[in-house]
């Protein structure tokens, strides 16, 4: 791949993998952080460029793979700290109309099933490639994921709201 | 909550990402995957050099206890004698070396 060419698959890519990244991460600060280390990843990774669906699906194989790596390290630092021993972390606030943070309180894997599922319309096989699922479980977890997304948005008073 | 439901949250979800602003130059992002190849490609390099730096010490540190054991009865009468102030002066001279070492071979 050259410089042209990444420069191409990057605006056709990278609007949405950001979307993806900072809602599935949760943390909109190292949205851009985690933007630059999946395609730094990527490009290190040298995938083929014949098949453009399949080199889509391996950006966010890695930026899912980057996420969980940061989730970990941060765990690891928080696990660490005297802070995270003495004071327990406040819940995200939630009020009216807030969707975002309704959707932060699903698990990271759930936020990532339903990503993939609903804004990128991936198949099943698909979401299972991209998350080291199997296939059959990934119809049971986005379920499951839409039935949380559900509970959470009735407990914050938007049930009722049209999306 | 049924699929077309779902899929409405999530839409009003990307809509709210819209706009997070501009994003990173992707020149930049470029550039800094051929930097970080050109350091792995160094760091590949480098590695047998490394690995005869720390072989080298390790025969070194070997080759000391070895020698050490084969005169140790001329050692000892050496030490055996001793103040404080040669022990002190011992020791730190074994800490000036791990130190000097550490600084040659660093990282």
């Known amino acids: ?163 | 909550m049924n699929e077309p439901e779902t899929a409405a949250w999530m839409g009003r979800l990307v809509d709210l990402s819209a706009n997070d602003g501009a994003l990173p130059d992707p020149a930049l992002i470029w550039w800094k995957a051929r930097l970080l190849e050109r350091q792995a490609v160094q760091a590949r390099v480098a590695r047998p050099i490394a690995i005869a730096q720390w072989l080298s010490l390790v025969v070194a540190v070997l080759t000391t206890i070895v020698l050490c054991a084969m005169n140790w009865p001329g050692i000892q009468g050496v030490l055996g004698p001793a103040s404080a102030t040669v022990w002190v002066a011992a020791a730190g001279g074994v800490i000036v070396m791990g130190l000097a070492l550490r600084f040659v071979f660093g990282e």
């Open chain 1, 1 to 163: 791949m050259d410089q042209g060419e990444f420069t191409a698959f990057y605006h056709e890519t990278a609007p949405a993998l950001r979307g993806y990244i900072r809602r599935v991460s949760g943390d909109a600060q190292a949205g851009d952080d985690l933007l630059q280390e999946t395609y730094l990843r990527f490009l290190r990774a040298k995938p083929p460029v014949d098949d453009r669906a399949a080199m889509k699906a391996y950006l966010y194989k890695t930026a899912t793979a980057a996420i969980y790596d940061r989730w970990r390290k941060q765990r690891r630092e928080r696990l660490w700290s005297l802070a995270f021993r003495f004071r327990e972390e406040a819940p995200p606030e939630t009020g009216p109309g807030d969707v975002t943070r309704c959707f932060q309180k699903l698990k990271q894997r759930e936020r990532a099933l339903l990503w993939l599922a609903y804004v990128e319309g991936y198949a099943h096989d698909e979401i299972a490639g991209t998350l080291d699922l199997n296939v059959k479980s990934v119809r049971v977890l986005l379920f499951r994921a839409r039935r949380n997304l559900e509970r959470i948005l009735r407990q914050n008073g938007l049930n009722e709201v049209q999306p």
